[in-house]
């Protein structure tokens, strides 16, 4: 690791630019400011979780310079701290870095967290731009507690395991009256939503937030037993949140 790296402050000009990147198929205008947007373009540096998905945010931005001229870094589990420091160094000297995730918010539920946390560390200035976050939007919709609640990511998928981690959930909803919220792959979507309604307990509201900020966007909350008698919602390939809470 470079000498110059093991400061854990650093006064630089530079900024790691936050930017929030959409959920799905909606116009950039629906969910991104025209500051944010024209901010996007003018960067010649980005660290992404998956490049091509960052070239297709990049096409709807109004880019000052060709995209092809334009550095992205993937950042996937493999690249070690060193690697990312390197890819960060010209923070150091004042030049400015995007950070975009796959979907939503960067560094949120994303790998990109460790290199804010590096940027901290040289203290470097980091701007996070307002944008949508499925998290984020999914409480607000749900009409659950939206004062205490919990994100887990995704539930095991051994289907014994799955169960266990459900009602332990439900239990930590019902004892600190704290919503609990995880996502699924999309093609495991309708197998979770089957899950949920069998194993939670039948005064417990669930809502399923899918496709957010899209045409296909659809919200409802109601407890697992009315869900029994509904029409089973079509969740397959859309990205969805579920939330749900215990009573208490």
Known sequence: MPAAHNSSTHASSGVLH????????????????????ALAGQLNTYIAENAKTARAFLKLTPLTQPLQEITIHELNPRIDDATLQTWL?????????GLVSEAGCPAVADPGARAVAIAHQWGVTIKPWVGPSS??????????????????????????????????WELNSS???????????????QAMFTS??????????????RALTTPDEWVR????????????????KFPTLFLFQAAA
Not at 21 to 35: F, Q, Y
Not at 221 to 236: E, G, M
């Open 175 to 189: 004892k600190q009256r704290q919503t609990q919220m995880l996502i699924e792959t999309p093609y495991r979507n």
């Open 221 to 236: 909350t109601l407890t697992a037993a009315q869900w029994k008698s509904q029409p089973v919602p079509q969740l397959d």
């Open 89 to 97: 160094a010209p923070l150091r000297s004042g030049s400015s870095i």
């Open 18 to 37: 936050l930017i929030p990147v959409g959920l799905g198929d909606a116009p950039i205008n629906a969910w991104l400011p025209h500051e944010a947007q």
């Open 135 to 168: 998290i984020l939007l999914g409480l607000m919709a749900s009409g659950l507690d939206g004062q205490r609640f919990a994100f887990h990511g995704y539930a095991p998928v051994d289907a014994a395991e799955r169960i266990k981690q459900l009602k332990a």
């Open 196 to 209: 949920l309604i069998e194993q939670l307990k039948g005064n417990t509201r669930l809502c399923i937030a």
